[in-house]
């Protein structure tokens, strides 16, 4: 039986890698330890038995000789689930400044490519008992079909574990170079115009041929809805370095809700429009020029209901949003955004927020990785900065009994972008994760900080209008 060659489309994360833009995507849990503890070899032990029900996880890439087709996924006959589990701790207590410099370095690290691509991290040493799982999986595995984020892999609705048959994984032979090169040109022969893609794909433009793909191909990646025009030039369009600054900031879900009833438009526009007013206060801080029609394009991915399955999610609808950062009035900023999105999403059904925190394979962590799928390959011309927000349960999750008490995304930078935010729902609260290029926005923090302000700002004005 021939290995499983990858898609077109997660072929392309793998070509379009480089080492100021690893694709992997990532996710911050920060948890409370049960009764009985929680250690180094009880997560290694949950892993090892949860990676059962999704087999990829213990596979890796192999390239066919010569580029004839795109590789293939196959058995990592040497598969140490300790590798990719590992420990670091942070001096005690541990702050939230040590938690978001750890892992900013973490995310820096591109994944071996020679081995199952992703990693997970127990972090001891936070304050209060608490302790953090930091996870990192590649773009290249993460579908949403066939393979889910490895974060959702971790978590039960129930401080009991859910029950996992025992399994006695054992790896399937690797081919041969031989045999990769007789598939490959089977293939070509059944299907001439894949082998083109493959063998343009690493020529002197294979770069452009890969963003090709990643914009072309799958039905989880949807089209750009824009009029073609450039981004405005901002100090967020960077050439990046190799590192990485990461920051969080976290708010209260019904606060926002109270804020979405008053206005009659949705939790994402309040969203955005927090997001607009924090880069507001952050340029402003920075010196810089800020006038009335001052704005920051953002991508946003939105799930929109697929014609064939509305529960399932559709595919991801890649939207460009100028946040209007030069307007004084937050209740304004609020009705150009709300504005904006209801344009952007005529036509297109979006799938509610509940929905989508039910459906079991479109977790948070799943879901974030597939808004980022969406971005690559767009002209770094056209946006200023990538904006994911997802709803998550609004129930406890646990780990091994663990409660996880907050969670951020980590959302990889794009080409040209030097910042990425990515915001999750959950049991009540909203939790913003900021990823930066580490010498173009070493201020990140100041960014984060205003996100409180920006939502009072936006607060108030349903106090106002109530009358108080």
Request: hydrophobic share 40%.
């Given at each position: 039986m021939s290995p499983p060659r990858l898609s077109a489309?997660?072929?392309?994360?793998?070509?379009?890698?480089?080492?100021?833009?690893?694709?992997?995507?990532g996710a911050v849990g920060i948890f409370r330890a049960p009764a009985g503890g929680f250690d180094y070899e009880r997560l290694v032990e949950m892993v090892e038995r949860r990676l059962v029900a999704v087999p990829r996880y213990r596979q890796k890439v192999r390239h066919v000789p010569g580029e004839l087709a795109r590789p293939v996924w196959v058995d990592d006959a040497d598969f140490d689930v300790a590798f990719h589990v590992r420990r670091s701790a942070l001096p005690r207590p541990g702050t939230s400044a040590q938690l978001t410099e750890l892992v900013a370095r973490l995310m820096s690290r591109p994944l071996d490519p020679d081995r199952p691509l992703w990693e997970v991290y127990l972090v001891e040493g936070l304050a209060d008992g608490r302790f953090a799982i930091?996870?990192?999986?590649?773009?290249?595995?993460?579908?949403?079909?066939?393979?889910?984020?490895?974060?959702q892999l971790l978590l039960d609705p129930s401080v009991h574990p859910r029950e996992v048959p025992d399994e006695l994984w054992m790896p399937r032979p690797e081919p041969t170079d031989a045999r990769l090169v007789v598939d490959a040109v089977a293939e070509a022969i059944a299907r001439p115009g894949q082998v083109i893609d493959s063998v343009r794909a690493t020529a002197n433009g294979a770069l452009s041929e890969a963003a090709r793909l990643a914009r072309g191909l799958g039905t989880l990646v949807g089209t750009v809805v824009t009029g073609g025009r450039l981004a405005p030039g901002?100090?967020?369009?960077?050439?990046?370095s190799t590192q990485r600054r990461f920051a969080v900031a976290r708010g209260e879900l019904?606060?926002?809700r109270e804020v979405r009833t008053a206005h009659g438009c949705t939790v994402n526009d309040v969203v955005l429009t927090v997001v607009t007013g924090s880069l507001r206060a952050w340029l402003l801080s920075r010196g810089e020029p800020v006038t009335s029609t001052s704005r920051?394009?953002?991508?946003?991915?939105?799930?929109?209901?697929?014609?064939?399955?509305?529960?399932?999610?559709?595919?991801v609808l890649s939207t460009l949003v100028d946040l209007p950062v030069g307007e004084q009035s937050p209740a304004l900023r609020l009705q150009h955004v709300a504005h904006a999105m209801r344009e952007h999403t005529a036509g297109n059904r979006s799938v509610r927020a509940a929905t989508l925190a039910r459906i079991g394979g479109y977790a948070p962590p799943t879901l974030h990785a597939?808004?980022?799928?969406?971005?690559?390959?767009?002209?770094?011309?056209?946006?200023?900065?990538?904006?994911?927000?997802?709803?998550?349960?609004?129930?406890?999750l646990y780990a091994a009994g663990a409660r996880l008490l907050e969670t951020y995304p980590v959302v990889p930078l794009a080409d040209g972008?030097?910042?990425?935010?990515?915001?999750?729902?959950?049991?009540?609260?909203?939790?913003?994760?900021?990823?930066?290029?580490?010498?173009?926005?070493?201020?990140?923090?100041?960014?984060?900080?205003?996100?409180?302000?920006?939502?009072?700002?936006?607060?108030?004005?349903?106090?106002?209008e109530d009358g108080a």
């Open positions: 489309v997660d072929a392309s994360f793998l070509y379009l890698e480089q080492a100021r833009t690893p694709m992997h995507v930091i996870t990192k999986t590649h773009q290249a595995m993460v579908d949403g079909v066939t393979t889910i984020d490895i974060g901002s100090p967020l369009n960077v050439e990046l019904d606060a926002y920051v394009r953002a991508l946003v991915p939105l799930w929109v209901h697929g014609p064939d399955s509305p529960e399932a999610g559709g595919r597939l808004g980022a799928r969406a971005v690559n390959g767009i002209s770094k011309r056209i946006f200023n900065l990538v904006v994911t927000n997802v709803p998550g349960p609004q129930v406890p972008q030097g910042l990425a935010v990515g915001i999750t729902s959950y049991d009540g609260g909203l939790y913003y994760g900021f990823t930066a290029d580490r010498d173009a926005l070493p201020d990140v923090d100041v960014l984060a900080a205003t996100v409180d302000e920006a939502f009072d700002e936006l607060r108030a004005t349903v106090r106002s």
